[in-house]
């Protein structure tokens, strides 16, 4: 089955302790992103990978980084997560850059930060 | 920079009767893709329907259809005979050359039985 996994769904941490949210996709994809979703801000976008060791900047990069070491896998750091990046995150993936391919979101981990 | 304008945060509906949810769009790319999203109470993001900018034909996917002006930079969603299962948040997004995607701030829909 096509998808895309993220690991752990739910996290409860503290300010400060460093954490990763995985992101894996099973299709094939060139294209990965990330995108932090905040009630009445819609969805915006984190970072964002063209193909593997080709990552960049989308809106709201503060305070994250990512790797793209492996076409399939887009893990999101957050090296000294704040309470202001307690949200809803999303990884999503697309077969090619620049297509009208449908992108295909993850189920979401839902990040509270203390 | 792109920008995506939901203006209706809000809106409801009867079941078997027709929405339409309203999405503007600024953006300087020549080329450029738009699309609906709904997410469910299950926060699942599925896509609904897209539409290359390039061409005028509205697409349609069944009850869904959109009515695009790209003069007027508008995507509007219409549903037709709603059903309770419609009931969802929806982003309209552009999508440029530039690879980024941009969201509106997103529509709660509520289909009324």
């Known amino acids: 089955e096509a998808q895309v996994t993220q690991n752990p769904r739910y996290l409860i941490t503290v300010t400060g302790k460093k954490l990763t949210v995985t992101c894996s996709q099973n299709?094939?994809?060139?294209?990965m992103s990330w995108y932090r979703q905040d009630p009445g801000l819609g969805l915006r976008q984190i970072y964002y990978?063209?193909?593997?060791?080709?990552?960049d900047k989308g809106d709201v990069p503060e305070g994250y980084k990512v790797s793209r070491k492996e076409k399939r896998n887009f893990p999101l750091i957050l090296e000294s997560p704040s309470p202001n990046q307690t949200s809803l995150y999303f990884c999503?993936?697309?077969?090619?850059?620049?297509?009208?391919?449908?992108?295909?979101f993850g189920p979401g981990t839902r990040l509270l930060v203390l | 920079a792109q920008t995506v304008t939901q203006s209706q945060p809000e809106m409801s509906v009867q079941e078997a009767e027709t929405v339409t949810l309203s999405c503007t769009y600024d953006?300087?790319?020549?080329?450029?893709?738009l699309f609906w999203y709904k997410q469910p109470p299950s926060r699942q993001m599925i896509l609904v329907i897209r539409?290359?900018?390039?061409?005028?034909q509205n697409a349609t996917e069944n009850r869904f259809s959109v009515n695009f002006q790209k003069a007027a930079k508008s995507f509007s969603l219409k549903i037709s005979d709603s059903q309770l299962g419609d009931a969802a948040m929806y982003f309209c997004?552009?999508?440029?050359?530039?690879?980024?995607?941009?969201f509106g701030k997103g529509t709660k829909l509520t289909v009324n039985p």
């Open positions: 999503a993936s697309r077969l090619v850059a620049g297509g009208l391919e449908t992108q295909y």
């Open positions: 299709m094939n994809h060139e294209y």
């Open positions: 990978s063209m193909n593997v060791e080709v990552t």
């Open positions: 953006t300087s790319e020549s080329d450029y893709y």
């Open positions: 539409q290359e900018a390039y061409k005028q």
């Open positions: 997004l552009t999508q440029g050359g530039s690879e980024k995607l941009v």
